[in-house]
């Protein structure tokens, strides 16, 4: 699901605590405990008389051991923490931590971590719910599998999640994330149009130029336009990333459906345009032939552009290139056949899937 598109902003979460003292002392059978935890940015300072010792001092080592790396351990702490304490005032953020160290270990467990997280969610109140809901949001997405496999139950909780974060927490800081995957969980569910509006709720924000997650959105609502048949507004949006996110690694992809775009619109001279571009953002991108077969469709399709523009000595070269070039690659094939029938049938009916399909 994840390859060059931007890097997941998740898990969002605040450092558990900070443990600034921990002073046990044995005298006459009685252990006293002296604390001072503060939770991390901006949380409020833990009174120990608002808890066991007992209960604080497991809290402590559950925390000490998540902010230390050490996830496993830190999932024994929480769960014994959960299973002891679960009335504990501190029970919710034990949960939330759960959730989160789930999702921080080396093999994610999202479908625990929701787990977690829902059940830090039962308290209506704690400083974290807005963490803990974008959390939620995405392990249900996450955990929904990929392709036509893809649990459709997850997708919707997905939605549900994030419009209920979107309901308690209308300016909060997780809204750019929530719009993007409920788009994403939409489009997973062929919902086009309910994922449209989400990403263009999403580009409505006043942050939207600043989220990591800008260039995906656009990419995504070009390819629901595309899949909607909407040629003009899948190319304006594919136009609008090109323009702000020249340094994304969508851009080569962009190009080459912007150009089967044109051909679509028999836009011709644009077709090939989008393509030669394409072409030199391929070699940008790599030297070690590892895109051979993208830069081969794209010297492909900008033959076919070049015979439907009228122009069948430039496509010849084209299909040369194609055979000296990426010899290795099923167009290369077809181009022996250029410019025959066979070849310019098969240049319209090829189609590329998304980059991705999820996350």
């Known amino acids: 699901m994840l390859n060059n598109r931007t890097p997941l902003p998740f898990p969002v979460a605040r450092c558990p605590i900070s443990v600034t003292r921990i002073a046990r002392v044995a005298a006459v059978g009685l252990i006293v405990l002296a604390v001072h935890l503060t939770v991390g940015f901006g949380g409020g300072e833990i009174q120990a008389a608002e808890s066991s010792e007992e209960s604080i001092a497991l809290y402590a080592d559950a925390a000490n051991a998540q902010t230390g790396g050490a996830y496993e351990l830190a999932i024994d702490n929480w769960k014994q923490f959960l299973n002891k304490y679960p009335d504990d005032q501190l029970a919710s953020k034990a949960a939330h931590y759960l959730g989160v160290c789930y999702m921080q270990k080396q093999s994610p467990n999202y479908v625990a971590a929701a787990d977690a997280f829902a059940l830090a969610l039962k308290d209506k109140e704690y400083e974290l719910r807005e963490e803990s809901l974008a959390n939620l949001g995405w392990c249900y997405y996450a955990s929904a599998g990929d392709g036509p ?3 459709e139950d997850k997708l919707r909780k997905t939605i549900e999640t994030f419009d209920l974060l979107r309901k308690e927490r209308p300016r909060g800081d997780y809204i750019d994330r929530a719009l993007f995957y409920t788009g994403e969980a939409a489009y997973g569910l062929g919902d086009l149009k309910k994922a449209v509006d989400a990403y263009n709720r999403f580009l409505k924000l006043p942050k939207a130029a600043d989220s990591p997650l800008r260039c995906d ?3 995504a609502r070009g390819i629901a336009y595309e899949e909607l048949g909407d040629t003009s507004k899948a190319i304006d949006s594919f136009d609008e990333l090109l323009n702000g996110c020249a340094n994304s690694g969508l851009v080569a992809d962009v190009l080459l459906r912007i150009g089967d775009l044109r051909i679509q619109s028999k836009e011709f001279d644009l077709a090939i345009d989008a393509f030669e571009k394409a072409i030199t953002q391929f070699g940008r991108e790599s ?3 590892d895109n051979d077969e993208d830069k081969a469709y794209a010297v492909f399709r900008q033959a076919f552009a070049l015979v439907q523009a009228g122009k069948p000595a430039e496509a010849a070269l084209r ?5 000296t070039e ?11 056949l250029a410019p025959g029938k066979a070849c310019i049938a098969q240049a319209t009916t090829n189609k590329r899937v998304r980059v991705s399909e999820k996350f």
């Open 319 to 323: 299909y040369d290139r194609l055979q």
């Open 217 to 219: 959105t656009l990419y």
């Open 326 to 336: 990426f010899p290795s690659t099923p167009y290369a094939a077809n181009a022996m």
């Open 149 to 151: 496999q893809r649990d």
């Open 287 to 289: 030297a070690q032939g």
